[in-house]
């Protein structure tokens, strides 16, 4: 079978068959891709990102999407990059957002080993004094899986930095919220999320002594650098058959698209994070920003999908807050 990654529809025709249209409800979350800047080059990575990439956004974009912000009630703002910390203006982004009359909740999504960088000093206190929610990686609660996806050493430096996050409060007080996220080392679906939640506490517990809130597991979506990764071991259409094969019509409800609006590092505005990697940009006759946006007139927008909308419908469900069902 031939496959075209991200082109084709065939999550649009499962849909259509069951009558259902994919559209978006009330925006309950704003997610701001920051940039593609990381310390890491992980093999799963959707966004490709690295320490030489350059597109990251400027303080002119930071204040336009705050003041889009303003005017609107939508109660989550998740940061998410590359490593959206290593923006120059990533502190001033999470101030602004405290400043903000109507309070929101803001969301870190952590590589961890970025909070014992140097450069980065004090850090994990200034996520923890504004009361900040860390979703941070960790593939494994094992060295070998870690090391092996993200890089020599990345397992050692995640457990000090979770250590460190422990000891700020994280995972223990009520404001400071500390979620993990499993994803597939290889072309497999997450095992079932409450499980291996169990699993995690207990291991990371009693070897290391650290304490989280939730795991999330995601699947691995079939584009960008993880695409590559299959592609180069001819795992790629096996693992796209597996999507398909898995497809759940029970997971559609609670997609993240329908109440997420994802923001680029130019401003430019995405169904999704995986969207935005795939360039499918909102279009009104011309490509759209977040300041062409009228907050009000979201809810019911026709949502864009690709093959790769598989990765969310397959098994449980997946989403950048873990399994759907
Ligand atoms: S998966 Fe996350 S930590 Fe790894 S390279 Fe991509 S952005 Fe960086
Ligand atoms: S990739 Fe997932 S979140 Fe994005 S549009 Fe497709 S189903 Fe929705």
């Given at each position: 079978?031939?496959l075209?990654?991200?082109s084709?529809n065939?999550?649009?025709q499962e849909?259509?068959a069951r009558?259902?249209s994919l559209?978006?409800t009330?925006?309950?979350v704003?997610?701001i891709?920051v940039?593609?800047?990381?310390?890491l080059?992980?093999i799963?990575?959707h966004?490709n990102a690295g320490p030489k990439?350059?597109?990251i956004?400027?303080?002119e974009?930071?204040d336009?999407?705050?003041?889009?912000?303003?005017?609107?009630?939508?109660?989550?703002?998740?940061?998410?990059?590359?490593?959206?910390?290593?923006v120059?203006?990533?502190?001033y982004?999470?101030?602004?957002?405290r400043a903000?009359?109507?309070p929101?909740?803001?969301?870190?999504?952590c590589?961890l080993?970025?909070?014992?960088e140097?450069?980065?000093e004090g850090?994990?206190?200034?996520?923890?004094?504004n009361e900040?929610?860390?979703?941070?990686?960790m593939p494994?609660?094992?060295?070998e899986?870690?090391n092996?996806?993200?890089g020599?050493?990345v397992?050692?430096?995640s457990i000090?930095?979770?250590?460190?996050?422990?000891?700020l409060g994280?995972?223990?007080?009520?404001?400071?919220?500390?979620?993990?996220v499993?994803?597939?080392?290889?072309p497999?679906?997450?095992?079932p999320?409450?499980e291996?939640?169990?699993?995690?506490?207990r291991?990371l517990?009693s070897?290391?002594?650290?304490?989280?809130?939730?795991?999330?597991?995601?699947?691995?979506?079939?584009?960008?650098r993880f695409?590559?990764?299959l592609?180069?071991?001819n795992?790629?259409?096996e693992?796209?058959?597996?999507l398909?094969?898995?497809?759940?019509a029970?997971?559609?409800?609670?997609?993240?698209?329908?109440n997420t609006?994802s923001?680029?590092?130019?401003?430019?505005?995405?169904?999704?994070?995986?969207?935005?990697?795939l360039?499918?940009q909102?279009?009104?006759g011309r490509k759209l920003f977040?300041?062409?946006?009228?907050?009000?007139?979201i809810e019911?927008?026709e949502i864009?999908t690709?093959d790769?909308c598989?990765?969310?419908t397959a098994?449980g469900g997946?989403?950048?807050g873990?399994a759907l069902?």
């Amino acid at each position: 079978m031939s496959l075209t990654i991200a082109s084709g529809n065939r999550v649009g025709q499962e849909l259509g068959a069951r009558g259902i249209s994919l559209r978006h409800t009330r925006t309950e979350v704003l997610q701001i891709n920051v940039g593609k800047l990381c310390n890491l080059t992980c093999i799963h990575c959707h966004v490709n990102a690295g320490p030489k990439r350059k597109e990251i956004m400027t303080r002119e974009t930071v204040d336009r999407i705050i003041d889009w912000l303003a005017k609107t009630e939508i109660p989550t703002v998740d940061l998410t990059g590359g490593a959206p910390e290593m923006v120059p203006d990533f502190r001033y982004f999470v101030e602004r957002v405290r400043a903000l009359r109507w309070p929101r909740k803001i969301i870190d999504r952590c590589n961890l080993t970025i909070l014992l960088e140097l450069g980065y000093e004090g850090l994990a206190e200034f996520l923890a004094a504004n009361e900040v929610e860390i979703i941070a990686s960790m593939p494994c609660y094992s060295p070998e899986n870690v090391n092996a996806q993200r890089g020599e050493g990345v397992f050692e430096a995640s457990i000090k930095a979770l250590q460190l996050l422990n000891r700020l409060g994280y995972g223990t007080a009520p404001n400071l919220a500390l979620h993990l996220v499993y994803n597939p080392v290889g072309p497999h679906l997450p095992p079932p999320q409450a499980e291996l939640e169990s699993d995690y506490k207990r291991e990371l517990f009693s070897h290391f002594g650290i304490v989280f809130n939730q795991l999330y597991t995601i699947t691995n979506l079939p584009i960008a650098r993880f695409a590559a990764y299959l592609r180069h071991h001819n795992q790629l259409e096996e693992y796209m058959e597996l999507l398909i094969g898995a497809f759940n019509a029970a997971t559609v409800n609670g997609l993240m698209c329908r109440n997420t609006v994802s923001v680029g590092w130019r401003g430019e505005v995405y169904d999704c994070d995986f969207n935005q990697q795939l360039g499918m940009q909102w279009k009104n006759g011309r490509k759209l920003f977040l300041w062409d946006i009228d907050p009000d007139q979201i809810e019911n927008r026709e949502i864009l999908t690709g093959d790769h909308c598989f990765g969310c419908t397959a098994g449980g469900g997946s989403s950048c807050g873990g399994a759907l069902i």
